[in-house]
C-alpha cells in the first residue's frame, strides 16, 4: 500500500492525520496534540513534518489536504470562508496553499463556510468537511444534521448545498459553568450510575419545555444539591441534560419545519445523548462517526481537486 | 449620637456595617473585604470585631443583625431558611446567634429564604432583607420585584410576603463567559461610547425576542468579531444586553401576569439597564438603591424583635 496523499484534520487543540493510497484505503494514522491553539503561523510546517516522519521518507511527494482551524485568520494560512448557502463540491476550489520550504510535501488547507446572512452570521471551520463527507455518507440527504460539540452546528443540507447553519455554544457553556461558576460546587464527583440518568433526564426535559428559561433553570443545579440533597453525579448530568435540551428546544423551529431523521455527527457518547432528546420531540436520528465524517470528507475533497 | 446596635450585610465578597442611633440614623459606616467566601466559621468573630474596633470601645455593649451569606451552611453559623410563601414580619425570629467570646457584641444572624415548590426549588440570602426594605420604602406594594446581578432575584411580593421567587444567572454568566469561554478574545477593549450603546441594544433585542436561543446567540459575539469587524465595546456590550434580554424575555409569563411598574433592587448603573429592557415591553420601573434597601430591611428586622 502506498501513500498517495495525506488526510489532516487540524483543529485548535489536536491534529490528526492519515495516509490515503490510490484506492483511497487508509496506510497509516498519526496524531499530536500541537493543535492551532498552541501554534504560530511559522510552528506549522515543522509540526507537519514531525507527525509525518515516522510514516514517510523525508523526501516524499505528497500533496496533504487539511481541514479545520488551521485556516483560520490566527492559524497557518487564512483560507477566506465560502459564503452559505453554498456548494461544497467546490470546497476544494477554495483551497490555500502555505509554503513547506525544504519538504516535497504540499499542503492544501481548505476554506470554512460563512453565513452573512443579518441577524444570523455565523462560521464554521472543519464541519463543512463533515457534512461534505455526510453528503458522501448518505446519498442524496436533504433535511437537517446536528454535529454535536463545543460549538454545535445545525446545519439544513441539500445534497453537497449547504442552505443555513446555527452555532450553538453548548458544549462550550457546560465546560465553563462546571469549572469556573457557582456550579461547580455541585458537581464534585463521578458521573456514573443511576443519579447520572436521572439527572440528564430531568435537565433534559426542563430545557426541551422551557429552553427560555436557561439562565434561570441553571441555578436549579445548586439548589438541588442545596435543598433537596441531590448528589454531585445528578447535579452534573442535569447541568449537561439542561444544555442539551435547551439546545433541542431553542431549535424547534428548525425541527419542526422539517420532522424528517436527523444525521448526528460526532462521538458516539454524545451523540446518544442527543438521541434522547430528539426522541421526547419525537424525531429519529441516526449516528455518523465524526472521524469516518471527517475522512469522507476529506475524500471527496481531494476528488473534486483531481 | 450614641450606637444603639450594628446593621451588617455579610456577603460573599465583603461585608459592610453601620452604627444606628435610637432615631435609627447611621452613626457610622465600615466595610471589609473579608467576605464569607475567603473565612473559615472560626474567623468570623475575629472580623467583627477587627472592622468594628474603630468605631466601638472593645466593651461595648451592641446587638449586632447581619443578613446574607454568613448564615449559610458555609458561612459562620447556619441560618435555617424561611420557606416560601413566607411572611418577612417574621424573618428575626429565624435569626440565629452565634458565639462571640471575650466580647459583649452580641450577633444575631438573619435567615434567608428558600422554594420547595419541586421544579422551582431556589434559594436567597441577603435579598430577603432588601424585600423587607423595599416593603417598608413602598408601604403595601404588591407586584413584581427585580434584584438584578450576580443571580438576579425576580420575587413576587404582596407587601411583607414573599409569594415566589425566581433566580437566574445573569452575572455570573456574564462573568465566565466574558472570562473563561472563546467570546473573550472579542471582548479586551472599553466599554464606553456610541459601539456600547448600539452593542447593547442590539443584544437586549436579541434576547427579549428570543430568549429560547441564548446558547445559539451568544455566539453573535464572536461572529461579529469575525464577520461584520465589530469592536471589542460593542460585543462586550451586546453579551451584557443578550443576558440582560434573555432574562427578561425568559420571565415573560411573569411580567404578562402583572405589568405593573417594578421596582428595581441593585446598582443604579445595573438597574438602568434592566429598565431599558423592561420599558421595551412597555414596563414601567423606579430604581431603589440596593444599600438603602438592606439598611431599611436591616432595620424593619430589628423593629419586630424589639
Redesign the interface.
Known sequence: MKTEWVAVDWGTSNLRAWGIDADGETTFSAASSLGMGKLTPDAFPGVLRDVLAPELSADAHADVLICGMAGA?QGWMEAPYLDAPADLGGLAFGAVSPPMPGSQLRPRILPGV?Q?LA?A???MRGEETQILGLSAILPGFGGIAVLPGT?SKWVAINGRRIERF?????G??FE??R????LRLSLNGDLNGEERDAGFEAGLG?GIE???????T???V???A???NRQPAWCAAFLSGL?IG??I????DWIEADRGEIPLVGSAQLCALYARGLKRLGIESRVIDATAATLAGLKAARQNLS
Chains 1, 2 share one sequence.
Do not use: Y
Open positions: 485568520r460563512c452573512k441577524g452570521e455565523d462560521v460549538h446555527a452555532t450553538v455554544m453548548t462550550e457553556l465553563v459553568l469549572t469556573h461558576s457557582v426542563a422551557a429552553p427560555e428559561k436557561l439562565a434561570a441553571l441555578f436549579k445548586r439548589t438541588g442545596l435543598l433537596s444544555l435547551a439546545e428546544g431553542g431549535q424547534r
